[in-house]
């Protein structure tokens, strides 16, 4: 399509107004002038801020010892700068485009600068929507089960806006859709941010969720680690009763039995068993969950008759409180059979 004049003006690159390039000398004056207001700050720093003071010194002095090659370098990323400031033309205002471009050519980058932070603040907003919107859109796909759709969108909105919130939901629908090395991933990202944020109760909600997907790996050292750095949290906060502080101790118990420590896991168990009982009372089917896990550590210490008996109990409950098909029913009778099988 054949543009007019005034079409043309307006998406044309503005020009910068004519200037006499930085020469050697300015080049090393500069950098001179730079690498004595970093002595100045050297002498007022301590501790680690002395090291990079240091090195950043010693890089200006290889600038000046080596001036025609530093010189083309800080060229080229001048070409870099003024291509990027070209392309913001039509939203800054020519005028400024053409300061800043003349500032370059003279080694001032501030107008630059200044020019960069606005236009990242502004577009930090349309991030910020657009991050919102895609966390919405997986809010519509959880609400219709739609598992791989939700995940999509939760992942567009982490990499957007890497809140806590939306990553994880990017990794609780990572697992759902089945892509379990992103839900590992995400994992750690969410551990990491939870300690960034200093939020106790997001971060022992981050390590035993992290936690689960080591285990399922078989990383078992590593999960125990962090199902024991919840549970601290959990006791610190929430208290010894609480309900969710059973569940955690029952994570914890289980991977203690993943490694064989049968006797440490049943005395966990029995722990998280007592808590449910003070607190869910013994109709309640996390209470169930309780006596089957406390079931099975007995079968694994071949004390099968009181196995046996905590498996039963659970699956009164279980099918008192539970739809006749759940799995968890079925569960529980394939596990009574394995006790009945090895006690004969």
């Not at 100045?40 to 600038?63: H, M, N, P, V, Y």
């Not at 530093?70 to 392309?87: C, F, H, M, P, Y």
């Not at 006797?263 to 029995?270: D, I, M, P, T, V």
Request: aromatic share 6%; charged share 25%.
């Amino acid at each position: 399509m054949k543009l007019d004049d005034a079409t043309t003006a307006a998406i044309a690159p503005v020009q910068a107004k004519d200037t006499t390039a930085l020469t050697v000398t300015d080049f090393i004056r500069l950098r001179r002038e730079l690498k004595a207001d970093i002595e100045r700050d050297l002498e007022a720093a301590d501790g680690s801020e002395k090291f990079t003071l240091r090195a950043q010194i010693a890089d200006l002095e290889t600038q000046i010892a080596n001036p025609t090659e530093a010189l083309a370098t800080a060229n080229k990323r001048i070409a870099d700068l003024e291509d990027i400031l070209d392309r913001a033309g039509n939203d800054i205002g020519g005028d400024r485009i053409i300061a800043a471009k003349a500032a370059l050519e003279q080694g001032d980058y501030s107008i630059a600068d200044d020019i960069f932070a606005e236009i990242e603040a502004r577009e930090e907003i349309a991030v910020q929507n657009a991050a919102r919107a895609a966390f919405g859109r997986g809010e519509v796909a959880e609400a219709q089960v739609r598992w791989h759709d939700a995940y999509t969108h939760f992942a567009r909105s982490a990499s957007l806006a890497p809140t806590y919130q939306h990553v994880n939901k990017a990794r609780w629908y990572a697992g759902l859709s089945g892509n379990y090395p992103e839900a590992f991933s995400l994992g750690e990202k969410l551990v990491s941010l939870a300690r960034s944020e200093d939020n106790s109760t997001q971060l022992a909600e981050a390590l035993n969720n992290h936690a689960i997907g080591l285990r399922r790996l078989g990383r078992y050292p590593e999960a125990e680690g962090l199902y024991g750095e919840a549970l601290k949290i959990d006791a610190d906060t929430i208290g010894t009763a609480h309900p969710d502080y059973a569940i955690q101790l029952n994570n914890f118990a289980s991977v203690v039995q993943d490694q064989g420590r049968y006797g440490e896991a049943e005395g966990l168990y029995r722990e998280a068993l007592k808590i449910d009982v003070d607190r869910i009372g013994t109709a309640h089917p996390a209470y169930a969950t309780r006596l089957n896990n406390l079931g099975v550590n007995m079968y694994y210490q071949k004390k099968f008759t009181e196995a046996r008996d905590l498996l039963e109990q659970a699956l009164v409950i279980q099918k008192a409180t539970l739809p006749a098909d759940h799995p968890e029913i079925a569960l529980t009778e394939r596990s009574i059979a394995a006790v009945i099988a090895a006690a004969e």
